[in-house]
């Protein structure tokens, strides 16, 4: 029979069907793999991203605050990529993420196949703020396409409520001064609550204080062998030359010379440039140097939780570091005893001496570059001028209306006249717009063992004496007393010059006027004294408390101890006594906050912006 071939027809014919049905079957699974794929990458971009976020959100309130204030103020207008991302959140802040993106081989390849890795990786993160309406601010995180280029984002939207005020009774907090601040002899600088009592027992030694400039060019310095109770801020240069502690941070624009023995620093100090020790200064925190360190022969001390420099680390005769140090400048001992007690990451170790590098780093070396903690730039000014921030000026236009002036108010004489009562019906004041009791005079002086109390008991008035000349209170007795519920203003265009007591009859330091707490004593001062011998501003031999605003002025604090809070073009604090911050004067009231941890209530206190979390999306 012959034989047509129908079977293999039929037969190929099947099998090809069956080849295409597998062949579509295998691109069908390719392609469910690829999506399945995409989506796993997409949803690990996602979580990248809301990690990121995680880690932002919970930075330490304070830092946090300040970031979203500097958002607030346009310094973040474009988005932070890559580095910035990850200076912004700290050094360890994406290391969980790079360590799941890694290949299996990282740890065998070469450092410049490390750094190309990790740079390519850093590259993808990106933050970005943005300002909504209804005082509101988003800050998204994006991962643009760590993995098979899977892009994800997450967002965080804040709330925000601005500082009530920006008025000058409302920014200071401490010693400010626009070019320079000098404390010498014995003076100590501390804080205490005059809502909680007199000054003394529990209530100082509180660490409220701050030492602040202002100028580009400013100074501190302190040469007293007391301590100082708070913390030091300023864009130029600080000095130290004698035996006393600081119980605070140490923040410099410029360079941090510790000159003196027996130094100590209870806090984290951190330089844009150089920082050096001599002899036997000792930190009991951080140090962070935006240059080189140097420590001086003589037993210096570190013990913190981490040393860095952009730059070099010197260590000389008896230096020890008892922290990790981070040094990208190279890191040189030039003495057999000097040692760091931890891990060191430096691309370079210089041994100057007979000793092994064992003998000088008892922890791990990791010769390689790290990325450091960002120094950031503190708020400063150009000129003196730019320091008059309040304007002066017209504080005294405020009040001045057209009313003549009094003429020369001089109280003084025996004894028997000792006590003046000016009440607030007194036919020399006039009103002010906000109900305050003005008077005008030209000079102001109050001596001759004399009583003057402002107001009468029961009355609560604001009283302002304007001073078209000078503002005296002389004579060890002589005496100016405010009454409960009532405050002084002075403001002074000529020199201002205390040797005497001011107080009221409770030693109350505040007063509480419409949910913001003010001074019951507080002095402007106009006067300029750039190329003047004499101190525009000058407090001596005084228990003196008040609230001083003179942007122009030199202010001088001698003998005695001084109290409230003070903004100057220069500051001294001289001799003995020394100077207690009020940590009362100028706090917002807000009775349903009662601390900074209940919800919401972040930042109510400080005269601050503050932020709350409302949405993550």
């Known amino acids: 029979m012959k034989q047509q071939g129908a079977a293999l027809v039929i037969v190929m014919a099947l099998l090809s069907g069956a080849l295409i049905l597998g062949v579509s079957g295998m691109n069908s699974a390719l392609i469910d793999e690829r999506l399945a794929g995409n989506y796993r990458a997409s949803v690990q971009a996602k979580m990248t991203s809301e990690g990121t976020l995680a880690t932002f959100s919970n930075i330490e309130d304070r830092e946090l605050h300040s970031i979203l204030d500097r958002a607030l103020n346009g310094e973040f207008e474009e988005p932070l990529i890559g580095e910035e991302v990850e200076k912004l959140l700290g050094k360890d802040g994406l290391e969980v993420f790079f360590r799941q993106l890694l290949p299996s081989n990282y740890e065998d390849l070469t450092k410049k196949e490390k750094n190309d890795i990790r740079n390519a990786l850093i590259e993808n993160f990106v933050l970005a703020f943005e300002l909504l309406g209804d005082n509101q601010i988003a800050v998204t995180a994006k991962d643009e396409g760590l993995r098979n280029s899977a892009r994800g984002s997450s967002k965080l939207i804040y709330s925000y409520n601005l500082a009530a005020d920006d008025s000058w009774e409302n920014r200071r907090r401490g010693i400010h001064a626009c070019e320079k601040i000098g404390v010498t002899g014995s003076a100590l600088l501390d804080s205490y609550d005059s809502e909680a009592g007199a000054y003394g027992g529990g209530n100082r030694y509180l660490s409220g204080m701050e030492l602040r400039t202002w100028l580009d060019s400013s100074v501190i310095s302190a040469s007293s062998s007391a301590p100082i109770y708070g913390s030091i801020f300023l864009p130029g240069d600080f000095s130290v030359g004698s035996s006393g502690d600081v119980y605070g941070d140490i923040y410099a624009g410029r360079n941090i010379n510790l000159d003196n023995g027996g130094f100590v620093v209870y806090g984290d100090i951190t330089a844009q440039n150089n920082i050096f020790f001599k002899e036997t200064a000792k930190i009991y925190g951080n140090v962070y140097s935006g240059n080189n360190i140097e420590i001086i022969p003589g037993g210096s001390l570190v013990e913190g939780e981490e040393v860095e420099a952009a730059g070099k680390v010197t260590l000389n005769g008896g230096a020890d570091i008892d922290a990790v140090l981070r040094a990208n400048g190279g890191v040189v001992f030039n003495n057999y005893d000097s040692q760091v007690f931890s891990d060191v990451y430096s691309p370079s170790v210089t041994l100057n001496t007979n000793n092994s590098i064992s003998g000088?780093?008892?922890?791990e070396l990791y010769q390689e570059s790290t990325v450091l903690q960002l120094i950031e730039d503190l708020i400063s000014y150009d000129n003196v001028d730019d320091c008059d921030v309040y304007d002066v000026a017209s504080i005294y236009e405020q009040y001045a209306a057209s009313e003549a002036s009094q003429g020369d108010l001089y109280i003084d004489g025996s004894p028997q006249n000792k006590k003046i009562t000016f009440p607030g019906d007194d036919e020399r004041f006039y009103g002010g717009e906000d109900g305050e009791k003005i008077m005008k005079v030209n000079d102001f002086s109050l001596a001759g063992n004399r009583e003057l109390y402002f107001g009468e008991e029961?009355?609560?008035?604001?009283?302002?004496?304007?001073v078209d000349g000078d503002l005296n209170i002389n004579g060890y007795n002589s005496k100016l007393y405010i009454s409960d519920g009532s405050t002084v203003t002075f403001v002074v265009k000529g020199r201002v010059d205390v040797v005497g007591q001011v107080s009221n009859s409770s030693a109350q330091g505040v007063v509480d006027r419409n949910g913001q707490t003010k001074s019951v004593m507080n002095i402007v001062s106009l006067y300029d004294d750039r190329n003047k011998a004499d101190a525009g501003v000058r407090i001596r031999n005084s228990k003196f408390y008040a609230d001083i605003l003179a942007p122009l002025s030199r202010v001088e604090f001698a003998n005695e101890a001084a109290y409230g809070a003070v903004y100057g073009r220069e500051v001294s604090v001289l001799d003995y006594g020394g100077y207690h911050f009020d940590e009362a004067i100028?706090?917002?009231?807000?009775?349903?906050?009662?601390?900074?941890?209940?919800?919401?209530?972040?930042?109510q206190n400080s005269g601050v912006n503050s932020f709350t979390l409302i949405d993550w999306q």
């Open 458 to 466: 029961g009355e609560s008035n604001d009283f302002v004496v304007l």
């Open 586 to 603: 100028n706090v917002e009231v807000d009775e349903s906050c009662q601390s900074e941890s209940e919800e919401g209530c972040s930042g």
């Open 360 to 363: 000088h780093i008892l922890g």
